[in-house]
């Protein structure tokens, strides 16, 4: 607002009091009037002491801050204060209380005191209720019965409306809400007038900038076409706000998301170790990028966007900002929770807001982390479970989160394709994406970053151990074969861990100087698939026995089957924790590491169903009896045998179908076969593991001293390494090349 002039005596033939101006002015009014005085009076200067623009943000903000201030202090100010039960019993003894209200509808009782209650300025307090008001009128009258007061000097105790209990309170609930939405009104009105005069009352009204349409004409502006002086940058703004759609004031109330900016990052693919054949792919964006005539000169189409897939921690974030460094290209990086809110609205908003950013700094590159949060499948299913109803409880067309996934694939709809601007997105579970995310024209690259093989983990650890300082004592080279030989499996960020717990260890340890050792890796790649060794917890002699039964019973069964590709690397009957990655959380844990296969047949399968119950029959073995000890590795072989069923066709009976388990993993769920094929398939199942258990039985049986052998070794070191595991469990030795050891042995 500006404060002008009263009046204006330079204009002539115009009535004093028709030149008068007001007082009062949005600022961009009083500038065109300015600009328009100064027009037409080329020697009169604008107002020189004009205090400059006030937005009238933070005048509505002001009203609405006093509007809820009264709300508040009416609020406080009529309803009384609350009492416990405990406290209303101290008052009636001291003779504190005047009388009582009480409503058959209201859980309180109304208690008026003859003073002020100590810390309030009120004179009335409430008492919930604990049973009815007739069981509280009789308490009290119980009271004043056993403290010897008359009956004409007892308490008034009335029953009393509604209208009743608001008089007490000294305020009424409705007149605090009439007086609240007539003060709301008042601000609205204003608001929206404000709206009007400028021309702005479609911000109020809609949530999204419109694209174009007529420019309304205005008084201010000449129909014949004139040099008119560059506006500054603030009256562009508010010239450009006039005309447009969009959330009043451009502002998000919730997060602050309007100050979007590109993201810093010094990641270069030469910093990516591994990921060969997924950098290959990347970098082709790094041309599109750099050189889009090239491709647009052929009549080739630049991809909209890339979805990364693979398991966490393969690196695909990394992958993405060592392609915007490399590309050189603004990089706004933001994680799909981010654009979903309670409020509704607002995730569809932000996303328009990214892309508008964006592409005003084309070319550009558009990452979003997580997108299963985001863009999960939509589903027509209610909340009672039923199907066919369109927005139900179970993804509606009203959700804030359809909302914003149809915002997202709109936006990828109007991208063009010369602005230059690409969306990269990274998720781990590709099979909660919703289908019309995955169709060609939006992401139009599916790229998967799969786990390292033993190349890429070689790589990775080379990085990695470049940085912590070793002991003199290790050969690096053999280092790195040793544990890229026995960490198959493992991600780029597991293996960094692994490092990095390593050196934890050795700073542990008495003389830390020395440097990382051998052993602290040993004991970091226990503690990453195990979980740490719970020494404070020490097992009893039975259960010591039982935990080496299990152990060695799935250690000598993985040996005695070498088409598994499983070899027993290490046997432990330490107890450990739930934290590894195995989960294991037992008695004991088994190190078997397997062969980098892809593809298995069925009876490989049912060895390796075998190994893992190996230890629930070596109890049946050697106690004739089974105890819990091998729940976990009993329901991994049920969901092996299940798989080899209901999704690989690996069953006779069943024949050769496949049905897709429901990730989700409800059970209300329909599925896509009858209740007599579930039924087969159960029985099916169930006859994998009798026959691998049976089997298992039997090859123990016939290797029983072998296993005795395991037993009695276990329980006497706990711990038993590759070379004493070759010498109990095998005759004779013979030369063959053991992964990830100096020494040499077979398998039968």
């Not at 209200?101 to 008026?112: I, K």
């Not at 959330?247 to 998301?257: A, N, Q, R, T, V």
């Amino acid at each position: 607002m500006l404060i002008l002039r009263a009046f204006d005596r330079t204009a002539v033939g115009v009535p004093p009091l028709l030149r008068m101006k007001p007082l009062l002015c949005p600022s961009n009014v009083c500038k065109r009037m300015s600009a328009s005085d100064s027009a037409s009076n080329p020697g009169k200067t604008p107002f020189p002491d004009s205090p400059g623009n006030l937005p009238l943000m933070w005048l509505f903000f002001l009203a609405s801050a006093g509007i809820a201030f009264y709300a508040g202090y009416l609020l406080n100010r009529g309803y009384p204060h609350l009492v416990d039960y405990d406290t209303f019993l101290k008052l009636l003894e001291r003779g504190e209380v005047e009388g009582i209200v009480l409503n058959h509808h209201s859980p309180y009782a109304f208690v008026s005191l003859h003073s002020v209650y100590p810390g309030t300025d009120k004179k009335v307090v409430v008492v919930p209720l604990l049973q009815s008001p007739e069981n509280l009128e009789k308490n009290v009258r119980e009271k004043e019965k056993l403290w010897g007061i008359p009956q004409d000097d007892q308490l008034p105790i009335r029953y009393g409306t509604r209208r009743d209990i608001a008089d007490q309170s000294g305020s009424s609930p409705i007149a605090l809400v009439a007086t609240t939405i007539v003060l709301s009104a008042i601000v609205i009105t204003a608001y929206i007038y404000w709206g009007v005069k400028r021309g702005k009352i479609s911000q109020i009204f809609s949530s999204g900038r419109s694209q174009g349409g007529a420019r309304p004409y205005t008084k201010l502006e000449s129909k014949t076409p004139q040099s008119s002086p560059k506006k500054s940058t603030v009256e562009d703004k508010l010239e450009s706000d006039r005309y447009s759609g969009g959330l009043p004031f451009s502002w998000d109330p919730f997060s602050g998301f309007q100050s979007i900016r590109p993201v810093t990052t010094n990641v270069k693919f030469k910093d990516v170790a591994g990921l060969h054949a997924s950098k290959q792919e990347v970098m082709e964006f790094v041309s599109y990028l750099k050189d889009p005539k090239k491709y647009q000169a052929l009549g080739a189409k630049l991809p909209k966007g890339a979805l990364l897939l693979g398991p966490p921690g393969t690196g695909k974030t990394l992958l993405v900002k060592a392609l915007a460094n490399e590309a050189d290209v603004p990089f706004f990086s933001m994680a799909g929770s981010e654009f979903v809110e309670v409020i509704g609205g607002l995730g569809a908003s932000r996303i328009r807001q990214l892309f508008r950013t964006a592409r005003a700094k084309s070319p550009a590159i558009i990452f979003i982390d997580e997108l299963d949060s985001l863009g999960r499948r939509r589903t027509a299913v209610d909340s009672g479970g039923r199907r066919g109803s369109p927005g139900g409880g179970g993804g509606g067309g009203v959700s804030e989160m359809e909302q914003t996934l149809n915002q997202l694939l709109v936006e990828m709809d109007g991208m063009d394709t010369a602005e230059g601007t690409i969306v990269f997105a990274a998720t781990n579970r590709a099979d909660l994406l919703d289908k019309a995310l995955l169709r060609a024209g939006r992401f139009d690259r599916h790229i998967f970053i799969d786990l390292p093989n033993l190349a890429e983990r070689k790589e990775l650890l080379a990085m990695y151990l470049a940085k912590y300082r070793l002991s003199p004592t290790i050969l690096q080279g053999e280092l790195i074969q040793h544990l890229a030989t026995w960490t198959p499996g493992m991600s780029g960020a597991d293996i960094a861990r692994l490092c990095n717990e390593a050196a934890l260890v050795a700073a542990r340890r008495d003389s830390p100087l020395e440097g990382v050792l051998r052993d602290d890796f040993e004991v970091a790649f226990e503690r990453i698939l195990a979980g740490a060794a719970k020494r404070s917890n020490p097992l009893s002699l039975p259960e010591r026995r039982v935990a080496a039964v299990q152990e060695a019973g799935r250690a000598l069964v993985a040996w005695l089957l070498p088409r598994t590709g499983l070899l027993p690397v290490k046997v432990s009957i330490v107890p450990r924790t739930m934290a590894g990655l195995e989960g294991s959380g037992g008695l004991g844990f088994t190190h078997l590491v397997p062969e980098e296969r892809q593809l298995f047949n069925s009876e490989e399968l049912k060895d390796r169903m075998a190994v893992m119950l190996g230890g629930r029959a070596a109890e049946q073995v050697i106690f004739n009896a089974i105890s819990d000890a091998s729940q976990r590795y009993l329901r991994k072989a049920n969901e092996l045998a299940f798989k080899q069923v209901r999704e690989w066709g690996m069953s006779t009976a069943v024949g050769h179908l496949s049905f897709e388990n429901d990730p989700s993993g409800n059970e209300f769920t329909m599925k896509p076969y009858s209740q007599r094929t579930q039924m087969l398939i159960e029985l099916e199942a169930q006859q994998l593991v009798i026959s691998a258990f049976t089997r298992c039985v039997e090859l123990l049986q016939a290797n029983k001293d072998k296993l005795q052998r395991l037993i009695d070794a276990l329980l006497q070191k706990e711990v038993l390494n590759y070379d004493e595991l070759v010498k109990l469990c095998q005759d004779q030795s013979s030369s063959s090349d053991v992964p990830g050891s100096t020494d040499t042995a077979s398998r039968p």
